[in-house]
């Protein structure tokens, strides 16, 4: 089966950075895609690594090694609508589901 | 419609009952999929739909669960003699094709409820 391991929870100030770890050992690799899921809503996408090094989209970047099955999904300019959960989910070689993470959930406070 | 469309939102029903659950996915995406998400876990893979191709069952957790879709639009997914562990909710993807980039984009899901 796959593993895939990130924090259950992390709480941050608003205006600060937090850095939200996942950790992956799966059969293979294919992609890595972070997901945000506000409570009772659809999850949407955030980003997508495949090779390894830092994507930098706004606020939001995220980063993959791909040698030590690892990423983070990194938040700037913490703002309360980005209190929310974040997925790890990574495709596997020939394969086109994911397979998510539990899900990181992230508290913003004033 | 713009994103990928679920309904009933919320179902609450006896056990033993039998239930149906629909997605209508983003116009022009082949690839399709269902997944379920109990509280506090990840997204558990379902089944997978791509064109008219066989579609991948192998998340089904038993023979109480089917699928079916037809062309490239409306999927519907069905449990059988519901039981209180398929509490959760059910979420269903599309996306542009497989073994790509291309995200999948889920629907708001369906929360069902076995009493």
Known sequence: GQNIDQPTEMTATEGAIVQINCTYQTSGFNGLFWYQQHAGEAPTFLSYNVLDGLEEKGRFSSFLSRSKGYSYLLLKELQMKDSASYLCAVRTSNDYKLSFGAGTTVTVRA | ?115
């Open chain 2, 1 to 115: 419609g713009a994103g990928v469309s679920q309904s009933p939102s919320n179902k609450v029903t006896e056990k033993g009952k039998d239930v149906e659950l629909r997605c209508d996915p983003i116009s022009g995406h082949t690839a399709l999929y269902w997944y379920r998400q109990r509280l506090g876990q990840g997204l558990e893979f379902l089944i997978y739909f791509q064109g008219n191709s066989a579609p991948d069952k192998s998340g089904l957790p038993s023979d109480r669960f089917s699928a079916e879709r037809t062309g490239e639009s409306v999927s519907t997914l069905t449990i059988q003699r519901t039981q209180q562990e398929d509490s959760a909710v059910y979420l269903c993807a599309s996306s542009q094709r497989q073994n790509s980039n291309q995200p999948q984009h889920f629907g708001d899901g369906t929360r069902l409820s076995i009493l």
